[in-house]
C-alpha cells in the first residue's frame, strides 16, 4: 500500500522543512512507494511549491493509503491543534531528522519532531512530541523537553533543564544548567526572547529577556 507524506505547512518554514523529509525518504520516493508533498488548510494558492504538490488538508485526510504527517508551523497551539485532528483522522506523525543532525545515547523524542541540519541532542533527554529544533540548536544531557516546544536558531540548553509544554525559545538564548536535584524549569507557554541568557527558572506564562534574562514586565518598569 503507498504512503502519503504531508508536510503541513508550505511557509518558510515548511520550505526548509521539506528537502530534509525528502533526503529521508529518497529511497520510497524513487521506488514509487511513497509521495511527499505540502499539506495546507482550506485551498491553497499555488499547485506547488519549490517543486512540490501542495493538497488541501481534506484532500490529505481522505487519501486511501498510509497517511504520515509532520507540522511546520511555529505557532505551538496550532501544531497541538492540527496533530489532533489528523490523529482522529487515522494520519500518524513522522518525524524529521536532518541527516547531519548528531543524537548521542539514550534519548527519548517524541514522535512529530523536527530536527534541522546541525542540531545536536546529546545523551539522555527526554523529548516531548512535536519538537521543533532549528538550525544550530542543542539539548544536553538529562533534560526534560515537553510537547510542542519551540527552539529558534542557535539555542543553547544545557543540562539538567525541564522545558514545559507550548514554551518557545529565540533564536540565540542560552539556557544555563541546572542540576540533578535543582533542575532549571522553563514553565508552560513561556518565551524566553532572542539572546537571553536564562540563569534561573521562568514561571509559566512568562516572557524573560535580556542578560540575565528578567521578566519582561519588570524589563519595562526600567
Same mark, same amino acid.
Given at each position: 500500500?503507498?504512503?502519503?507524506?504531508?508536510?503541513?505547512?508550505?511557509?518558510?518554514?515548511?520550505?526548509?522543512?521539506?528537502?530534509?523529509?525528502?533526503?529521508?525518504?529518497?529511497?520510497?520516493?524513487?521506488?514509487?512507494?511513497?509521495?511527499?508533498?505540502?499539506?495546507?488548510?482550506?485551498?491553497?494558492?499555488?499547485?506547488?511549491?519549490?517543486?512540490?504538490?501542495?493538497?488541501?488538508?481534506?484532500?490529505?485526510?481522505?487519501?486511501?493509503?498510509?497517511?504520515?504527517?509532520?507540522?511546520?508551523?511555529?505557532?505551538?497551539?496550532?501544531?497541538?491543534?492540527?496533530?489532533?485532528?489528523?490523529?482522529?483522522?487515522?494520519?500518524? +506523525?513522522?518525524?524529521?531528522?536532518?541527516? %547531519? @543532525? =548528531? /543524537?548521542? $545515547?539514550?534519548?527519548? !523524542? *517524541?514522535? #512529530? &519532531?523536527?530536527?534541522?541540519?546541525?542540531?545536536?541532542?546529546?545523551?539522555?533527554?527526554?523529548?516531548?512530541?512535536?519538537?521543533?529544533?532549528?538550525?544550530?540548536?542543542?539539548?544536553?544531557?538529562?533534560?526534560?523537553?515537553?510537547?510542542?516546544?519551540?527552539?529558534? +536558531?542557535?539555542?543553547?540548553?544545557?543540562? %539538567? @533543564? =525541564? /522545558?514545559? $509544554?507550548?514554551?518557545? !525559545? *529565540?533564536? #540565540? &538564548?542560552?539556557?544555563?544548567?541546572?542540576?540533578?536535584?535543582?533542575?532549571?524549569?522553563?514553565?508552560?507557554?513561556?518565551?524566553?526572547?532572542?539572546?537571553?541568557?536564562?540563569?534561573?527558572?521562568?514561571?509559566?506564562?512568562?516572557?524573560?529577556?535580556?542578560?540575565?534574562?528578567?521578566?519582561?514586565?519588570?524589563?519595562?518598569?526600567?
Amino acid at each position: 500500500m503507498k504512503k502519503y507524506y504531508g508536510i503541513i505547512g508550505a511557509g518558510g518554514y515548511g520550505r526548509e522543512v521539506i528537502p530534509l523529509a525528502r533526503a529521508s525518504l529518497s529511497a520510497s520516493l524513487a521506488s514509487g512507494d511513497a509521495e511527499l508533498f505540502f499539506v495546507v488548510e482550506g485551498e491553497g494558492s499555488a499547485e506547488t511549491v519549490n517543486g512540490f504538490p501542495v493538497v488541501s488538508m481534506d484532500a490529505f485526510l481522505a487519501l486511501p493509503g498510509e497517511r504520515y504527517f509532520s507540522i511546520a508551523i511555529g505557532a505551538s497551539d496550532v501544531r497541538e491543534r492540527i496533530a489532533r485532528l489528523c490523529e482522529d483522522q487515522g494520519a500518524m +506523525p513522522f518525524s524529521v531528522i536532518a541527516q %547531519n @543532525v =548528531v /543524537i548521542l $545515547d539514550a534519548n527519548e !523524542i *517524541g514522535e #512529530g &519532531a523536527v530536527l534541522s541540519p546541525f542540531v545536536t541532542v546529546t545523551s539522555n533527554a527526554k523529548i516531548g512530541k512535536h519538537f521543533h529544533a532549528n538550525l544550530y540548536s542543542y539539548v544536553a544531557h538529562d533534560c526534560m523537553v515537553g510537547d510542542f516546544v519551540t527552539f529558534a +536558531p542557535g539555542v543553547k540548553c544545557n543540562g %539538567n @533543564v =525541564v /522545558i514545559e $509544554d507550548h514554551a518557545y !525559545i *529565540g533564536t #540565540g &538564548a542560552v539556557i544555563k544548567q541546572g542540576t540533578s536535584k535543582r533542575p532549571l524549569t522553563i514553565g508552560r507557554g513561556a518565551i524566553v526572547g532572542m539572546g537571553a541568557v536564562v540563569t534561573k527558572s521562568v514561571a509559566p506564562g512568562d516572557t524573560v529577556i535580556g542578560n540575565p534574562a528578567r521578566p519582561l514586565r519588570e524589563a519595562l518598569r526600567k
